[in-house]
């Protein structure tokens, strides 16, 4: 199938050379790249949806705000 696709001229530069280097064309290249991108996607999706829920907890809330550094470090020599 043909289409138009608007592509950066830096992209397009870099994308001849590539070809050009691997002998190939644009075309091939191009369609190579996509469907990595999108053979990735589809993997991510499906790792993504095997994967069970975090756990979740309760902190108790904070001890210490860590923007106030004295509150910190008294609360880091406590710990010790």
Same mark, same amino acid.
């Given at each position: 199938?043909?289409?138009?696709?608007?592509?950066?001229?830096?992209?397009?530069?870099?994308?001849?050379?590539? /070809?050009?280097?691997?002998?190939?064309?644009?075309?091939?290249? !191009?369609?190579?790249?996509? *469907?990595?991108? #999108?053979?990735? %996607?589809?993997?991510?999706?499906?790792?993504?949806?095997?994967?069970? /829920?975090?756990?979740?907890?309760?902190?108790?809330?904070?001890? !210490?705000?860590?923007?106030? *550094?004295?509150? #910190?470090?008294? %609360?880091?020599?406590?710990?010790?």
């Amino acid at each position: 199938m043909k289409t138009t696709l608007n592509i950066a001229d830096p992209v397009m530069r870099r994308l001849k050379e590539e /070809a050009a280097r691997r002998n190939t064309t644009m075309s091939a290249l !191009v369609e190579a790249g996509l *469907r990595h991108v #999108l053979g990735s %996607a589809a993997a991510s999706r499906a790792r993504s949806e095997e994967l069970p /829920a975090l756990p979740t907890w309760r902190s108790g809330g904070f001890r !210490v705000d860590i923007d106030d *550094r004295d509150a #910190l470090y008294r %609360a880091m020599e406590e710990d010790e």
